[in-house]
């Protein structure tokens, strides 16, 4: 339940979470600045099921319907082992 900070939804996976790509950036009043270079990082969520203290967090957390939405589309999102 890992995602790239890079939101280009090519890249679905940690083997293609490499290198750097373009963000634009803005000022406070919205006005275009410049663009700069950032790298690629891949990183995993809060609540898995990577291991059994994770995996009984995220659990509890869906049994109590607290935050449940952003875990359901974590999962959703999920296409296979990284």
Same mark, same amino acid.
């Given at each position: 339940m ?18 750097? %790509?373009?963000?634009?950036? +803005?000022d406070n +009043?919205?006005? /275009?600045?410049?663009?700069? *270079? ?10 898995? /099921?990577?291991?059994? +203290?994770?995996?009984?967090?995220? +659990? %509890? *957390?869906?049994?109590?319907? *607290? ?9 959703v999102?999920?296409?296979? /082992?990284?």
């Amino acid at each position: 339940m890992g995602s790239c900070n890079n939101t280009d939804p090519v890249i679905s996976n940690k083997t293609l979470c490499v290198g750097n %790509y373009s963000v634009d950036n +803005f000022d406070n +009043f919205g006005i /275009y600045v410049d663009t700069s *270079e950032v790298p690629m990082v891949w990183t995993m969520a809060d609540t898995n /099921y990577d291991n059994i +203290f994770n995996s009984m967090l995220t +659990f %509890y *957390e869906i049994a109590s319907t *607290e935050a449940w939405p952003v875990r359901l589309w974590a999962a959703v999102d999920a296409v296979g /082992y990284d």
